[in-house]
């Protein structure tokens, strides 16, 4: 094994990625090694690129991560499904991780939010092991992470946004209930908002609109799963609600999912559902999400609303299975349109900035 490795290391926000070299060293007994295959560029990276958020520096941004085990500890041979792992397997692995006790996770069955929570591509590169985050040739994955195989008929670009995205948006549905019949409304047509359409489909959605501002966007939603899409880059936000409405007979949708990161766009949801509709909130990830609503329509209209901030453990094992069984159905391969080497992580990040690329793949 090379004893050591390179990373795109994020110094400040926005200032250029330098690539640097740092020394790897042998696992430590729960730990695992793996020579990333691919990291995509999540919106929540560069909210922390960008400074919107605060991120520790310098760093290794990136928590979208599969590859394959160099080293594994020695008191780890299976994964979480219980299926044995070895040298040479594709994995993937929860975004976030935590050993030792825990109050959320003991009590309330909540392991994502436990007090001191770590995340992948948040710890500084300075410290051991150095390799926490994506955007390297290498990752240690730490106790406390969920990790799952990979089967190999999936290739890197729909693997790779399981742990994040498409494991957030397996909990998302489920918090938004979706069931037979539903009229599903979903704001925002990222990587996060395809997925949302094609499991609101899954779960039995008769009806699933999508709601974006990048044309290009809401064709491949339509292959995803959306049977109405809005351009709302043409329309007034109250134009915008009655067409919505006028297509979800009889009173407007069932559930709204918001994954745009854009707080203006509550009062349209709250506008759109009909009494008795939930509303689940995941995309403002970053604070001061501020935004006035008439509450008068939560009381009036029955609704609940709730937000989402990371995942159970199950959600990234359903992902996985969501993306086997309907790999053929949607276009998930689409979903990861371009690709980078690390030397040119910079370029990848200020295309998924202005949202010229959909999902934005760094191949280390
Ligand atoms: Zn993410």
């Not at 039995?204 to 339509?222: P, Q, T, Y």
Request: glycine share 8%.
């Amino acid at each position: 094994m090379k004893r050591a490795g390179k990373a795109a290391v994020y110094e400040a926000p926005n200032t250029p990625f330098i690539i640097k070299e740092y020394p790897l060293r042998p696992v430590k007994v729960d730990e695992v090694l793996v020579r990333v295959s691919m990291s995509t560029i999540c919106r929540s990276d560069i909210h922390s690129y960008e400074g919107k958020r605060p991120n520790p520096h310098p760093g290794i941004l990136g928590h979208e991560i599969i590859g394959t085990i160099v080293e594994l500890g020695k008191n780890i041979s299976k994964d979480m499904r219980g299926d044995p792992i070895n040298a040479g397997d594709r994995i993937t692995w929860s975004e976030y991780f935590y050993h030792g006790e825990c109050y959320y996770r003991e009590i309330h069955d909540m392991p994502q939010k436990c007090q001191g929570v770590r995340k992948y591509g948040h710890d500084l590169v300075t410290d051991d092991p150095h390799f926490l985050g994506g955007f390297a040739e290498y990752c240690y994955i730490l106790p406390g992470t969920w990790i799952l195989k990979l089967p190999d008929e999936l290739s890197d670009e729909e693997a790779t946004p399981i742990n994040c995205g498409v494991a957030t948006m397996a909990c998302v549905t489920e918090a938004a209930e979706i069931s037979l019949g539903d009229a599903v409304v979903v704001q925002g047509l990222g990587l996060l908002g395809l997925y949302g359409c094609a499991m609101a489909k899954a779960r039995g959605a008769r009806l699933v609109i999508g709601v974006d501002a990048v044309s290009s966007r809401l064709d491949v939603a339509k292959k995803s799963g959306a049977d109405h899409v809005f351009d709302i880059s043409r329309m007034k936000p109250q134009e915008l609600v009655t067409a919505v409405r006028k297509v979800c007979k009889p009173d407007g949708s069932d559930a709204v999912i918001e994954v745009c990161g854009v707080a203006d766009v509550i009062p349209q949801g709250l506008e759109m559902l009909r009494v008795g509709g939930r509303y689940v909130l995941a995309g403002l990830v970053s604070p001061n999400a501020n935004v006035t609503i008439d509450a008068n329509m939560l009381v009036k209209k029955w609704i609940r609303m709730r937000g989402i901030h990371n995942y159970h453990p199950r959600h990234l094992i359903q992902a996985l299975d969501f993306v086997c069984t309907n790999r053929r159905r949607f276009p998930f391969k689409e979903i990861v349109d371009s690709k980078f080497s690390l030397s040119e992580l910079g370029v990848a990040f200020k295309r998924a900035s202005e949202r010229s690329v959909l999902r934005a793949a760094i191949v280390p």
